[in-house]
């Protein structure tokens, strides 16, 4: 669709550049609305088209947020990083809820990063541990995360 101009009533070119781009990719509705717009689709004709696309179950918020929580996840990242990247992207706050929920285990998730990173030994120093903590708090992951991947737990007996 780049460089292409939709006629801006027409549905089914609407739907044609619609099911084009879903074809390369799952896409939020919010975000493939405003891609048709870009390209001269009219509001509510791109409107009637997703929620068309919507009933069809080619278009689905959710789909789209549970397959970008695993992606992301797999890359090293952690929920609030994801989430805060799907909020920019314009996902409702549920859909976003839902798609950290279905992730994987966060905390085992911050360990695996924090070993692939600095390796299997658990930070010695309170130095170190703070700079591997500054690491995953950049990836997103939450403090009781942290805690639990550098093994800085202030209550354990």
Sequence with gaps: MPG?????????????????????????????SAKLQ????????????IAEL???RLLDDARFAEHYVASRAQRGQGP????ADLASLGAPREVI???????PDWRARAVAVRRRKFGAEPPESW???????????YRGFS???????TGADLDRD
Excluded at 4 to 24: E, F, G, Y
Excluded at 38 to 49: E, F, H, L, S, T
Excluded at 97 to 103: D, K, L, P, R
């Design 80 to 83: 609030l990083r994801i989430a």
């Design 143 to 149: 403090s009781d995360h942290i805690r639990a991947a």
């Design 54 to 56: 919507a009933r069809e």
């Design 4 to 32: 292409k101009r939709l006629s801006a009533n027409d549905p089914q070119a609407i739907r044609a550049a619609a099911v084009t781009l879903l074809a390369r990719r799952d896409w939020l509705t919010a975000e493939l």
């Design 97 to 103: 809820e839902a798609g950290i929920a279905s992730g």
């Design 38 to 49: 870009a390209a001269g689709g009219d509001p509510q004709a791109v409107a009637g088209v």
């Design 127 to 137: 130095a170190e541990k703070a700079r591997q903590a500054r690491f995953l708090q």
